[in-house]
């Protein structure tokens, strides 16, 4: 199993991950991690009918995906893991799934939330997050699609 890009997109399955990011990195595998959708049959069935035919989709608690995904357990797959926000991918850290880029694509404007860059919008929970998982060594960008040069993430955050 290979895992070819970690993003984080608030919109998770829709059409520039379809069109774009699946194409570009051959994804055959999608791994949601988070807690909350994990439990949420709404929208896990919403998600599996938005998922590509050729695409197997696990949605899975970010602690059970840490878990799968260290044992290996899908070899041969090129797998994307795709969370709304930062804070599943600082769990699976914290528990030992190593990391080593995180490519931020939507994260929308809501209440208590700071401009970053386009379209991505940060809260201090977040910023927090983000803070930890550079602490780790994780490598973040953000990038819309994959023609877009990615900008570093960290420097951006500084700014707020």
């Known amino acids: 199993m290979a895992i ?3 993003r984080i997109d608030d919109r998770l399955i829709h059409g520039q991950v379809c069109g774009y990011w699946i194409p570009h990195f051959n994804v055959d595998k999608i791994v949601i991690a988070d807690d909350k959708i994990c439990n949420d049959e709404l929208r896990k069935t919403a998600l599996k009918f938005g998922c590509p035919s050729k695409v197997k989709l696990s949605i899975l ?8 995904l260290k044992r290996n357990l899908d070899k041969g797959s ?3 893991i795709l969370c709304e926000g930062p804070a599943p991918l600082r769990k699976m850290v914290e528990l030992g799934y190593p990391i080593s880029k995180i ?3 939507n994260m929308a404007n809501k209440p208590g939330t700071g401009h970053v860059k386009g379209t991505v919008y940060v809260s201090e929970q977040d910023k ?5 998982l550079s602490g780790q060594g994780v490598q973040l960008v ?3 699609v994959p023609n877009e040069p990615p900008v570093d993430l960290n420097q951006l955050i500084k700014g707020l």
């Open 4 to 6: 070819v890009e970690v």
């Open 78 to 80: 090129r797998v994307m």
């Open 142 to 144: 953000s990038q819309m």
């Open 128 to 132: 927090e997050d983000f803070k930890y």
């Open 103 to 105: 490519t931020v694509g």
């Open 61 to 68: 608690s970010a602690a059970t995906a840490a878990d799968k």
